[in-house]
């Protein structure tokens, strides 16, 4: 029966006018309290982006979200007429829109955690902008096309780095089979869906199959490009200090004691330099649990001659996964010259976790009051 003629036949029905009159009548406050409840329940279920409950939790919406696809596009192709499931149809696209709102605000979360001030922040607010977008295209959401391309985005953004924590690898073989997995996972939904209609045509497939190809790639682009977050690692802490050391209660830091009114200070923003000084980077990196991965502190000086950033050392050390605060290390330098400093913090792969930026000051007539802190 025509899918028309069975909505029509429902408006009749005592719970069909029920079902329909408290939608019309609520319909302008659901995107925001589909919005609240996406975002306070997962607000509350998710704490850490490599703990098996919370990956569970998201690879459920995932395949929730698959199942209200296949009924919202069954129905509006008339493959669906059970009475029971099309009493609740203008219901479903909500179903969508809260797991879309769910999943987007989760990797809002994790992708904020792993985002340096930097190109990667694009991607973090093309993430925010689909979140609150979503929550004001719910007429939209029974275009097939919206659908699969939102789908394909929420599915890429989570085995990204649902894969890596799996695995207990992370490089970029492991990024290009998350995106493989992710890509088939949909393309494989969709062709479930096309081929079981009666209304839809295989060309109809493969103009969205090329889009969503096409969509893989170029996130592969923004990639290489540096701009995607380096998902699952997150940087938890750094500064610059005048000393790090390693001591039973955690690390020691000691940094120059600002002004009585500098109460938020908690590094060395300003270097003030004696020869002979070193000047410390430290870093707490967090890893999933069994992820080990070589960190590298780079080092660079602005070079006002040629207006660029000249890097002047490379040091690595190697971090295992598992600690809340991140694996806590550090890289010095001697021998700095007055100028202004960052320190890039970058996996082996060139992945930017984080940069901290300071200037080199001479010390040479001014009297520095220290005070020593305690990272644990």
Not at 63 to 81: P, W
Not at 97 to 114: D, H, N, P, R
Not at 176 to 187: E, K, N
């Amino acid at each position: 029966m025509d899918s028309t003629k069975i909505r029509a036949k429902l408006e009749d029905s005592k719970l069909g006018q029920r079902t329909t009159l408290f939608y019309k009548n609520y319909k302008r406050f659901l995107p925001v309290a589909s919005f609240t409840a996406g975002f306070t329940w997962d607000s509350v279920t998710l704490t850490r982006i490599d703990l098996w409950s919370d990956n569970l939790i998201l690879l459920a919406y995932i395949t929730l979200l698959g199942g209200m696809l296949i009924l919202v596009n069954f129905i509006n192709d008339g493959v669906i007429s059970k009475k029971w499931i099309l009493n609740y149809q203008n219901w479903y696209p909500m179903g969508i829109q809260f797991f879309l709102g769910g999943l987007f605000s989760s990797y809002v979360v994790f992708y904020f955690k792993s985002a340096a001030l930097t190109k990667n922040w694009l991607f973090l607010g093309f993430l925010i902008i689909i979140l609150i977008g979503n929550e004001f295209i719910e007429n939209r959401l029974t275009n097939l096309k919206l659908q699969f391309i939102l789908y394909f985005l929420a599915t890429f953004s989570f085995f990204i780095f649902f894969i890596p924590v799996l695995l207990k690898v992370m490089n970029t073989f492991v990024f290009i089979l998350s995106g493989i997995i992710s890509l088939g996972w949909v393309i494989g939904l969709l062709y479930f869906i096309i081929n079981k209609s009666g209304k839809r045509t295989f060309d109809e497939f493969k103009k969205m199959t090329i889009i969503i190809i096409s969509i893989f790639f170029l996130l592969n682009v923004l990639y290489f490009l540096n701009w995607i977050p380096p998902v699952p690692l997150s940087l938890k802490d750094a500064g610059i200090y005048h000393y790090v050391s390693r001591i039973e209660e955690g690390y020691q830091v000691i940094f120059e004691k600002g002004p009585w009114y500098h109460i938020w200070k908690s590094s060395d923003n300003d270097f003030h330099y004696h020869p002979g000084d070193t000047v410390y980077c430290y870093a707490a990196v967090f890893a999933p649990t069994e992820l080990n991965k070589k960190i590298i502190h780079q080092w660079q000086i602005f070079d006002e001659q040629t207006d660029e950033w000249k890097t002047t050392d490379r040091l690595s050390y190697k971090i295992s996964g598992g600690r809340d605060g991140g694996y806590r290390g550090y890289s010095y330098k001697k021998n700095m010259q007055n100028g202004e400093w960052r320190i890039n913090v970058i996996t082996k792969e060139g992945l930017l976790l984080g940069r901290i930026s300071f200037d080199v000051l001479s010390g040479k007539d001014k009297t520095i009051t220290f005070k020593n802190i305690i990272k644990q």
